[in-house]
């Protein structure tokens, strides 16, 4: 933009908005620790650390394990964000390559990476999709047939009539089945 354009206003209010609409879709918190545990993961084994005139260098042998199962991490904490589906998988093998760096890399990064990668994973685990508001109860739509229909009616569509004189579709329907109230029939013993 130049100089003699205005922003827009509001523009910066509704991009945090739609930000804040796609991270609650998906395991944002999750990715982000995951994605932050590689970092520490694959950085340690590589530094050198200068204290004053001594130079602690932090390079083991294992430096390309340390640097594999920190870029898995990273792409993991990614695919989190953009693949909400695989958060399980994700979430599991997060937590199986923190376990894996503590013996490989320093301690798991000098357990920072080692607990962002456990926390991470764990909470991909647990992350459920939302329900939308509108979507929550909806009402069960009875159909003419099942619910209002009286012993006359069954009788003269063909069906059989109960032997008791009750209404079909009530309490003597042995199988729990009632579309006409929403049961499914799990809990009609007793």
Do not use: C
Not at 56 to 85: C, D, E, N, R
Not at 139 to 161: F, I, R, W, Y
């Amino acid at each position: 933009m130049s100089a003699e354009t205005p922003a827009v206003p509001g523009q910066l209010a509704r991009r945090r908005q739609q930000f804040r609409a796609w991270r609650g879709t998906r395991p944002f918190w999750a990715g982000l620790f995951v994605l932050l545990g590689g970092f520490p993961i694959m950085y340690f084994p590589y530094a050198h650390l200068q204290i004053g005139h001594l130079t602690l260098a932090m390079a083991t042998t294992a430096g390309a394990g340390s640097l594999i199962i920190g870029v898995l991490l990273v792409v993991l904490g990614l695919s989190l964000w953009f693949q909400k589906h695989i958060r399980t998988f994700a979430g599991v093998a997060a937590i199986l390559l923190g376990l894996v760096s503590l013996p490989v890399s320093n301690f798991g990064g000098f357990l920072v990476g080692f607990l962002l990668a456990l926390f991470g994973g764990a909470m991909a685990v647990a992350w459920a999709p939302g329900v939308a508001p509108e979507d929550e109860k909806q009402p069960v739509a009875e159909s003419g047939a099942a619910a209002g229909s009286t012993t006359e009616d069954m009788a003269t569509s063909g069906a059989p009539a109960p032997s008791d004189g009750s209404r079909a579709g009530e309490a003597n329907d042995l199988s729990g089945t009632i579309p006409a109230n929403g049961t499914n029939g799990r809990h009609s013993a007793g």
